[in-house]
Structure formats: structure tokens, C-alpha cells
């Protein structure tokens, strides 16, 4: 589904990713830990199209697309979903109206008819439950006033609404308690499925007790030093980053 | 050499004018003013962002307002909007054209100028204050009376439709009186129409007067040709317990300068000023608003936003003047602002003088670009970039319309604005 080769990012001309290989197929979980700084969230900035990252080399194969090719709506469309480390708070836009939009521009580039007020809402009422969002938060701006665990929930809920094939979630257990973040890993594992995969950007193992990962694998100064299975998160957890440094500072 | 010219228009209009003319004082007063002082230039603090007076000068030939052009009844419900209901009155240059308009007299009287006769012509709107002011008095011909009597609720809006079409280097000088009587309410609305491409001067002066416990909300619509150089002067005076409510959305024009004054004279009243700028292009808009807190208990509320595009130019000038007498007054002020190119230029500028010393007041300005990371977060969830944009740019506009409370015209702005927004920011 997703396969991607010596991948090469920078911003402002500091090289950050240098040389990410990782292949995920449909149905897989992988798991991306590291310690701070070590280019995990600029992974995702990068898949998801944000434009300060300056892609130096490498590509980025999505069910056949280049998706370094693509603007960041038509990645959103082709079905790559980015629940944000730091959902934006955007005053004035409903985010019932958001939703209702990028639904029905998703649904056009995928050759589908708009959802009608009603459908939409008896959509929006189901995927609701899923993350166990409140409707009033949704009859407000979009994220505006929303606690943090609420800005995560409504990440989930859009991905419930948008059904991406490939969701990248950037630490999202940031911040949350451990009632929410049972609620959003939820919310998750409800929307897996033989046909979609997950990525789980985190710093902390917790999470990984929760959406249990195929694949973990450990990034440092720009690449994947290290991959195993879900055993790999508790060492870490135990053990921390440090002996993964030394073992690749040592091999420089 | 400037004042030359207007005296020469002058004595020619003045000829021209029967010799009983209730408007003679205003004239006498208005030619002395401009004698004096002449049009306000760039070294005046109060136009130092605004060459309006230079651009006039140099293309204006006669001061004389334009005769009025051919206008059908096609061209004014072309101008109207879905689920508008109320009276229409139409302007042709600056003239009351009374065949075209749509007047039931339902709960208020209208009059020319000439034909009412009142006594608070003129006393709302002070020439000293403004050389424009002056310049209207000298050269309106006639205008309306617009009169709410007591306690008259009038139930649907009156649309004050001006149609402008005039030579490049004609000026047109309409001028509105409205009177709303004690305890009475009444909504207006206000558009004006450029019927063709060519430069105008358009120079307008409406006084209103809320009287004590009245209520007035009066919403407009600037959306005048590429070249129209537009002098817009609106003084509103507002008595105890009464309400005035303005909304203005202004969305063309070459240059425009707004002088908008609420004198709060009584105790209990409350004056709101809302205002919307969408420019692009080269227009330049200057908004000068002036609130004057005079009696103790009144409220004012400003909050006045922009998008400039382009090498367009924005100015906000707000004063808020809180005197002696004015305790427990509550005033804000906010002039928001997004600039989309590197050429838009803003001049903002909040002036508080305050004497009382039991007020709260606020003020704040902000200008910056749009948030590009509102719009990747759009973008990231399937929203094209262009309707991303035009979807937060509304976000910031539309809190400004929020506050027109009929809701048919706040409906038209909203569909002009997204308009705009959807397909020139």
C-alpha cells in the first residue's frame, strides 16, 4: 500500500529524514517510536503534504501514486488521513460545515455523490459514538475552545467520517489522560480493517498497550535504526533510547 | 488655484438657484469653509493616508452635481435581492426619483428636502468637521426627509437605492436627512450602483438623528465602479436609552474615504459600528469613524475588519472621545486585518481620549497574513486549496455580517462576500 524508499526531507535547508525505507500493507499497523527530535512527526508532515519540508531524495509509492506528486487535498482525497500532533483551532468555520465539505469534495474526487444534509448528519450521528464525541462540540468552530483530549477525539471522529486507507496518527496520545486515551484508541481499533493500515507516530509505549502494533519501529537522526515487533516497544519502555544511541553512534 | 475652480461652479450653481432657497444658509456657510480652507490635503493629519482631495482636484471639471441619467424600472429590480419586501427609494445622481421608487408611507413619511424644510438640516452634520461636509452643503441640490414618527415601528426594511452614472470629472452630491422620532423603529438598507465603468465623484452626507428610546439600525453596501472617488460623510446623533446599529460592507471603488461620527448625547444609549473591506485591485478605502461619549451609561462597539489584496490600501482611523461627564461608559474598539500580498498596505490607527475616570474601554488592532496553518489542516482533510482559502477568509469576514440582524440582506452580503472571495482573493 504505501512503500517508501530512502526518503530525504529538509526545512530550511536542515536535512531531517535521511533515508527513511518503510513498507506498510493493507491491514498492518506500524508503529514509529524515537527519541525526541529524531524526525517522527516530520514524517508525517511529509506524507500528508505540508510544505515547509523540502523533499531532497527518495519517493513515496500510495497504491501506485507518487504521492510526493500530490497536492495535500488530493492525498487527503486518494485516502491518507493525518490525525495532527496539534489539531489547529479555526474561529468562524462550523465544523459540522468543514466536515460536510471535505466529505463531499472526497466524495466527488472518488466519483461518489454528495451526501445530503440528512445522510450526512445520520453519518455524522453514527461515527459520533465511535469516539464518544459530544454534538454540541461539533455545532461549534471548528476546534476552537476544544480541551486537548477533545481536539484528539474530533481527529478520530473526521478519520471515522473520511474512511481514509491510510491514517497516520502524530502522537496523539500526547497530552491525553488515560480515560481519553482509552476512548480514542477506541475509536481506532473500531475503524480497522483488512483493507486499511495505521501509522502510530509516539513517543511513549502506553499507547501501543491500546492499538497494538504489527510492526515497531524506532527512528533516530533521520532513519529506521531499528525494527521488530510489539516486544521492541516494552524494551524500549524499559530500557529507554539510550542504548539504541550508543549502538548507532558506536556503528559510526 | 484649486479654490478658484470650486468658486467659479459655484457662483454658477449659485445663479442658478431661486433666490428664497431654503438652503442658502447652509450654501453661505459651506462656500466660506471651503473658502477658508479648501479640500483637506495630505498634510492635514486627519487625510495624511489619503490623497483623496489631489485626486479630485485633478479630475473633477464641475462641482455641480451630474443631471440625472435614464433610468428604468428594470435597472432598480435588477438591483434588488431574493426576499426583499420592504419600500424602495431610488436615487438618480444624488436626485429622489420619486417614479421609481416604491414608497407605502407604512409607518414613516418621505419628502424632499425642499418640501419638508426642517430645521435639523444641517445641525447633525457640521462642516467645520469635515471640508466634505461643506462641499455637499454648498452643492446638493435637494434630498430626502426621511421621518419615523413617535412610536412608529415600521415593519419592513426601506432600501435606499442610489444609482450613479455620471461623465468622468462629474460630481454627484445626494443628501439624506432621517428623523427617528421618540420610542420608533425602523431598518434601512443602502446600495449604491455604478451603471457604468466611467469616474465619478460622489460626495454624501446623511444625518440621522434616533430620538430618546428609538431604534435604528441601518445597514450599507459600497460596491461602486473601479474608478469611483467616493466621500462618504454619515453622522448619526443618538438620544437617551436609543440604539443605532451600522453595518458596512465595502467592497469597490478607486478611493473611498468613510467619515462615520455617533454622538452618544444622552445617558443609557449605545451606538455599534461594524464595518467589512474587502479590497483589491488598487482601491484604497479609508474608514474614519468617530464615537462621542458625552452623558454617562452609554455603550459603544467597533469592530471593523479587512482582507486587501493586490496593491490595495486599507486606513482605519477610530476615535473614541469619552468626556468629563461620561462615567460608566463601556467602549470597544477592534480593527482586525489579513493582508494577502506583499503590496496591500493597512495604516490602522485606534485614537482614545478619555476624560472620565469610571469608563472601560478597550482597543486593539491586529494585522497579519492568512493562517497557513488553518489552511494546510483544510487542505490535509480533502478541502481544495482555493476553497480552503475562500473558506477561512469568510471565517474572518463573516463575524462582521453576523451583526446584520435582517436577515434577507445579511443573506446577499454573504453570497456577494463569498463571491468575492471565492473568485478574486
Excluded at chain 1, 130 to 143: F, G, H, M, T
Excluded at chain 1, 176 to 195: H, P, Q, Y
Excluded at chain 2, 362 to 370: A, D
Excluded at chain 2, 373 to 394: H, S, T, V
Amino acid at each position: 500500500m504505501l512503500s517508501i524508499k530512502n526518503l530525504h526531507a529538509s526545512i530550511e535547508g536542515t536535512p531531517i529524514l535521511r533515508g527513511i525505507n518503510l513498507e506498510v500493507k493493507p491491514g498492518e499497523v506500524h508503529a514509529i517510536m524515537g527519541p525526541n527530535g529524531s524526525g517522527k512527526s516530520t514524517l508525517a508532515s511529509v506524507l500528508a503534504g505540508r510544505e515547509e519540508y523540502e523533499v531532497t531524495d527518495g519517493s513515496v509509492d500510495f497504491l501506485g501514486k507518487d504521492l510526493l506528486d500530490l497536492a495535500p487535498e488530493d492525498r487527503a482525497r486518494e485516502g491518507v488521513f493525518l490525525a495532527f500532533q496539534y489539531p489547529v483551532e479555526i474561529p468562524g468555520v462550523s465544523s459540522t460545515n468543514f466536515l460536510r465539505t471535505a466529505v463531499n469534495q472526497v466524495r466527488e474526487y472518488r466519483g461518489l455523490e454528495p451526501l445530503d444534509a440528512v445522510k450526512f448528519l445520520s453519518e455524522m450521528k453514527e461515527k459520533m459514538k465511535l469516539v464518544e464525541i459530544d454534538q454540541k462540540l461539533l455545532s461549534r468552530a471548528l476546534n476552537e475552545g476544544f480541551s486537548g483530549g477533545e481536539k484528539k477525539r474530533n481527529e478520530i471522529f473526521q478519520m471515522a467520517m473520511l474512511e481514509p486507507k491510510l491514517s497516520i496518527l502524530d502522537e496523539t496520545d500526547s497530552g491525553l489522560d488515560i480515560d481519553a486515551l482509552r476512548v480514542v484508541s477506541n475509536g481506532v481499533n473500531k475503524l480497522k480493517s483488512n483493507e486499511n493500515a495505521t501509522i502510530v507516530v509516539t513517543h511513549y509505549q502506553r499507547l501501543l498497550d491500546y492499538i497494538v502494533p504489527d510492526y515497531v519501529h524506532v527512528l533516530y537522526k533521520g532513519r529506521i535504526v531499528k525494527s521488530g515487533t510489539k516486544e521492541l516497544a516494552l524494551e524500549l519502555e524499559e530500557k529507554g533510547y539510550d542504548w539504541i544511541k550508543e549502538e548507532v553512534d558506536a556503528a559510526v | 488655484m484649486k479654490t478658484i475652480q470650486i468658486n467659479k461652479a459655484t457662483q454658477q450653481f449659485l445663479q442658478v438657484q431661486p433666490a428664497h432657497s431654503s438652503f442658502s444658509n447652509l450654501r453661505k456657510t459651506g462656500l466660506e469653509i471651503l473658502e477658508q480652507e479648501g479640500l483637506p490635503h495630505i498634510k492635514e493629519e486627519e487625510y495624511k493616508f489619503t490623497s483623496i482631495s489631489r485626486k479630485i482636484e485633478q479630475q473633477i471639471q464641475d462641482y455641480r452635481s451630474a443631471s440625472s441619467v435614464k433610468l428604468s424600472a428594470d435597472q432598480v429590480s435588477e438591483a434588488l435581492f431574493s426576499d426583499f419586501e420592504g419600500d424602495i427609494i431610488v436615487f438618480n445622481n444624488g436626485r429622489f426619483e420619486p417614479s421609481l421608487s416604491r414608497v407605502s408611507d407604512e409607518g414613516y413619511t418621505i419628502s424632499t428636502l425642499s418640501e419638508a424644510a426642517s430645521a435639523l438640516l444641517g445641525t447633525i452634520a457640521n462642516p467645520e468637521a469635515d471640508p466634505f461636509i461643506a462641499l455637499n452643503n454648498l452643492f446638493f441640490e435637494d434630498g430626502i426627509f426621511l421621518k419615523v414618527p413617535k412610536g412608529s415601528l415600521v415593519q419592513k426594511p426601506i432600501f435606499l437605492l442610489h444609482f450613479n452614472q455620471a461623465q468622468e470629472g462629474q460630481a454627484i452630491h445626494a443628501r439624506v436627512l432621517i428623523e427617528v422620532e421618540d420610542q420608533a423603529e425602523v431598518t434601512l438598507l443602502e446600495n449604491t450602483i455604478s451603471l457604468d465603468e466611467a469616474a465619478y465623484f460622489s460626495n454624501t452626507v446623511t444625518e440621522v438623528k434616533v430620538g430618546s428610546n428609538a431604534h435604528a439600525h441601518y445597514y450599507r453596501l459600497q460596491n461602486e465602479n473601479k474608478q469611483a472617488i467616493v466621500t462618504n460623510n454619515f453622522v448619526t446623533d443618538i438620544h437617551r436609552s436609543a440604539t443605532f446599529t451600522t453595518v458596512a460592507t465595502q467592497l469597490s471603488g478607486d478611493m473611498l474615504r468613510n467619515n462615520l461620527s455617533l454622538n452618544l448625547l444622552e445617558s443609557g444609549c449605545e451606538g455599534n459600528m461594524y464595518g467589512l473591506y474587502l479590497l483589491n485591485g488598487k482601491t484604497h478605502v479609508d474608514n474614519h469613524t468617530n464615537v462621542d461619549h458625552t452623558k454617562p451609561h452609554a455603550d459603544s462597539n467597533e469592530l471593523y475588519k479587512g482582507i486587501l489584496a493586490d496593491s490595495s490600501r486599507g486606513v482605519f482611523n477610530g476615535k473614541i472621545f469619552v468626556r468629563q461627564d461620561a462615567q460608566k461608559t463601556n467602549a470597544f474598539q477592534q480593527n482586525n486585518n489579513i493582508l494577502l500580498s506583499e503590496d496591500a498596505i493597512i495604516n490602522t490607527k485606534p485614537q482614545l481620549e478619555i476624560w472620565a475616570d469610571d469608563v472601560k474601554c478597550s482597543h486593539g488592532c491586529t494585522t497579519g497574513q492568512l493562517d497557513e496553518e488553518a489552511l494546510f489542516y483544510l487542505q490535509a482533510r480533502g478541502i481544495g486549496k482555493d476553497q480552503a482559502r475562500g473558506l477561512l477568509l469568510y471565517a474572518f469576514a463573516g463575524e462582521v455580517l453576523d451583526h446584520i440582524a435582517y436577515e434577507p440582506f445579511k443573506a446577499y452580503c454573504i453570497e456577494m462576500v463569498q463571491e468575492r472571495l471565492g473568485t478574486q482573493f
